[in-house]
């Protein structure tokens, strides 16, 4: 739609397009809405909508993720998270344990995350683990005591829901619901993030092409929640001085696809501690717009991945650093939609 269009204008082209027994899907975005159609067996005329008030032009979308495609939506898509803008151009930083632990670990660690600069507070209360015996989370327990550090520290919540079943508490909770990269192709379950009213942040699966990736995201697109928040995670290699390898050479190639913003793992992405640090700032120089990152008020204590989490200092010395890099690039009008 032209950027002056108004509400009755995208009023009367939903209605031609559900007249027409499709699907609309009414995308709003800072400068323009985008209006998607989805359920249409075989391609639409473009002229049957170009001639509409307030339109500014009717493409077809060559891309099998539709919604997601930046085809569709030219505009970047901004991710409101509690008020925090994820894809606005300045990096955005979530940081906490791996796991909720216990009430005082989860507020220690808000407290450090805010102190380090940090706008939303990560940890699970589900956690997918490899073996069963492993800690599983503390359920909605630990939901409870991510909203008191909230509560007290102002911090946005993102926190992974690892089922359907679970769903409707962890939405209830969280500010940010997260998809794992274990259920990346949780089609049931990307379905139902895509009906909840919560931003989502839908990981990389480890073995997945940046088209399976796109595709789950339109999962969740084409049920009606248009919040998603893409992460990359690392992938499997055969390299072994990593835990996985971290793709940052994703970032941009989803950035030229897709209007979705996307933020950088660099904890999981390496699994080593020492790595963390110089992988956010690479992260933050290819155009990341986040991070998401462990840190822990004691590490080597941590019961889920303390070997790639960050102390408090070092997660200050982390976003003070990593600003230091987006302020440069902000100073050379270098970003990377620029380059394509
Ligand atoms: C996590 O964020 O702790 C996690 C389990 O991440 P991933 O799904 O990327 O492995
Ligand atoms: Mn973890």
């Given at each position: 739609m032209k950027p002056q269009a108004g509400d009755a204008d995208i009023a009367r082209v939903r209605e031609k397009i559900e007249a027409l027994g499709f699907h609309a899907h009414v995308i709003p975005g800072e400068q323009r809405t985008a209006i998607g159609i989805t359920g249409n067996s075989g391609p639409i005329d473009p002229a049957e909508f170009e001639?509409?008030?307030?339109?500014?032009e009717a493409i077809r979308v060559s891309?099998?993720?539709?919604?997601?495609s930046r085809e569709t939506k030219p505009d970047n898509t901004v991710v409101a998270v509690n008020g925090v803008r994820v894809g606005a151009g300045k990096p955005v930083f979530c940081g906490g344990p791996c796991?909720?632990?216990?009430r005082e670990q989860i507020l220690e660690s808000a407290r450090a995350v805010k102190a380090a600069g940090g706008q939303l507070l990560r940890g699970g209360a589900y956690k997918p683990r490899?073996?069963?015996?492993?800690?599983q989370g503390l359920g909605e327990a630990g939901l409870r005591h991510l909203a008191d550090a909230r509560e007290e520290t102002g911090l946005g919540i993102v926190t992974e829901a690892v089922d359907v079943e679970t769903f409707d508490l962890v939405e209830r909770y969280a500010d940010c619901v997260q998809i794992g990269a274990r259920n990346m192709q949780n089609f049931s379950l990307l379905r139902r993030a895509g009906r909840s009213r919560k931003p989502v942040l839908l990981k990389r699966g480890m073995s997945s092409t940046l088209e399976e990736f796109l595709m789950a995201a339109e999962y969740i697109l084409a049920e009606g929640n248009y919040n998603v928040i893409l992460c990359e995670r690392g992938v499997r290699t055969?390299?072994?001085?990593?835990?996985?390898?971290?793709?940052?050479?994703v970032v941009p190639a989803v950035q030229s696809l897709s209007h979705l913003p996307i933020i950088v793992d660099p904890s999981h992405g390496t699994g080593k501690r020492d790595k963390v640090l110089p992988l956010s700032l690479a992260a933050v120089a290819v155009g990341a717009s986040g991070l998401i990152v462990e840190v822990h008020p004691q590490p080597d204590h941590a019961l889920s991945d303390g070997y790639q989490s960050l102390d408090p200092a070092q997660f200050a010395e982390l976003t003070a650093a990593c600003r230091a890099v987006a302020e440069v690039l902000a100073e050379k009008r270098f970003s990377a939609r620029e380059l394509h």
């Open positions: 001639d509409l008030p307030g339109v500014a891309k099998p993720y539709k919604l997601v796991a909720v632990e216990s490899t073996s069963p015996y492993s800690f055969f390299a072994d001085h990593t835990r996985n390898t971290l793709d940052l050479s």
